[in-house]
T-cell receptor
Framework: KAGVTQTPRYLIKTRGQQVTLSCSPISGHRSVSWYQQTPGQGLQFLFEYFSETQRNKGNFPGRFSGRQFSNSRSEMNVSTLELGDSALYLC???????????FGSGTRLTVV | GESVGLHLPTLSVQEGDNSIINCAYSNSASDYFIWYKQESGKGPQFIIDIRSNMDKRQGQRVTVLLNKTVKHLSLQIAATQPGDSAVYFCAENSGNTPLVFGKGTRLSVIA
């Protein structure tokens, strides 16, 4: 079966701009989680969506937001980009959350 | 908050030897633990998991050991191969809480 698909793979944005990243989960998976990965901080949890509702939220500023659609696809948005937002953004899907997470290959965001 | 940490940031092993990667966790309520492998340019790939009602679980060439008394998790890779070179992360959670990841250990296999 198809894995978790994240688009785009690479993105370069300028400070102050906004960006939207997309994640298509494994078919049948209803939970989608987002993580930010940087060399200094490792993998940090952003938020989790389950059945179109945000179920958990990490410790990130309000510039980071997300949503989930009825087909379980999810998007995350970062507004007013800062240089420190440069990172690999990973999406993971799970049947119901709590276990069985499968990660996508990520979107590499570079803010210049 | 609670965190999951790793003892060693890098590990170099000879091809064919066994590798042991360690992880300490601090949340005594955690009941699910996972090891992931991440190769350059890719997302984390599931290796093996274990629930807190077990202390050992084996997969193909990999074994995870869980010691709840000292809150310690380890990943053993038998007959390490060059393809095992990657960064390895432990992660834990309980119920529907988010996965908490350790910082990662880079495994380098010397041919």
């Amino acid at each position: 079966k198809a894995g978790v698909t994240q688009t785009p793979r690479y993105l370069i944005k300028t400070r102050g701009q906004q960006v939207t990243l997309s994640c298509s989960p494994i078919s049948g998976h209803r939970s989608v989680s987002w993580y930010q990965q940087t060399p200094g901080q490792g993998l940090q949890f952003l938020f989790e969506y389950f059945s179109e509702t945000q179920r958990n939220k990490g410790n990130f500023p309000g510039r980071f937001s997300g949503r989930q659609f009825s087909n379980s696809r999810s998007e995350m948005n970062v507004s007013t980009l800062e240089l420190g937002d440069s990172a690999l953004y990973l999406c993971a899907s799970s049947p119901t959350g709590g276990y069985g997470y499968t990660f996508g290959s990520g979107t590499r965001l570079t803010v210049v | 908050g609670e965190s999951v940490g790793l003892h060693l940031p890098t590990l170099s092993v000879q091809e064919g030897d066994n590798s042991i990667i360690n992880c300490a966790y601090s949340n005594s309520a955690s009941d699910y633990f996972i090891w992931y492998k991440q190769e350059s340019g890719k997302g984390p790939q599931f290796i093996i998991d274990i629930r807190s009602n077990m202390d050992k679980r084996q997969g193909q060439r990999v074994t995870v050991l869980l010691n709840k008394t000292v809150k310690h998790l380890s990943l053993q890779i038998a007959a390490t191969q060059p393809g095992d070179s990657a960064v390895y992360f432990c992660a834990e959670n309980s119920g529907n809480t988010p996965l908490v990841f350790g910082k990662g250990t880079r495994l380098s296999v010397i041919a």
